[in-house]
């Protein structure tokens, strides 16, 4: 199992920005599809983004525009770049990834999908 440690979360006013990201604890080129959910109190876990080996990209709706996922295989890092962040926005976020199996299309990804998780970060928006 692979080891995923986020950071970068934190304290942010509307409008504001903020970049996460997670470590990976082996090379990049063993992992397929990665992804980062949320999950806001008393709500379920859902995707924010997901991004495949080759780069390809897909996004929840309501971050469309304003977020941008990334990964950088030489430094088996992977990032989201979160602008014009939102209220609702406010969530643990959560970095995912897919070693195990076939590297999977981004329309049929499930949370179960993924076999390795981080801890969290907590990004918290405020006025």
């Known amino acids: 199992q692979v080891q995923l440690v986020e950071s970068g979360g934190g304290l942010v006013q509307p409008g504001g920005s903020l970049r996460l990201s997670c470590a990976a604890s082996v090379h990049m080129f063993t992992i397929n599809n990665m992804a980062w959910y949320r999950q806001a109190p008393g709500k379920q876990r859902e995707l924010v983004a997901a991004?495949?080996?080759?780069?390809?990209?897909t996004y929840a709706d309501s971050v469309k525009g304003r977020f941008t996922i990334s990964r950088d295989n030489a430094r088996n890092m992977m990032a989201l770049q979160m602008n014009n962040l939102k209220t609702e926005d406010t969530a643990v976020y959560y970095c995912a990834a897919r070693v195990a199996g076939l590297e999977l299309v981004l329309s049929v990804l499930e949370s179960s999908d993924f076999d390795s998780w981080g801890q969290g970060t907590q990004v918290t928006v405020s006025p």
């Open positions: 991004i495949t080996t080759a780069g390809d990209t």
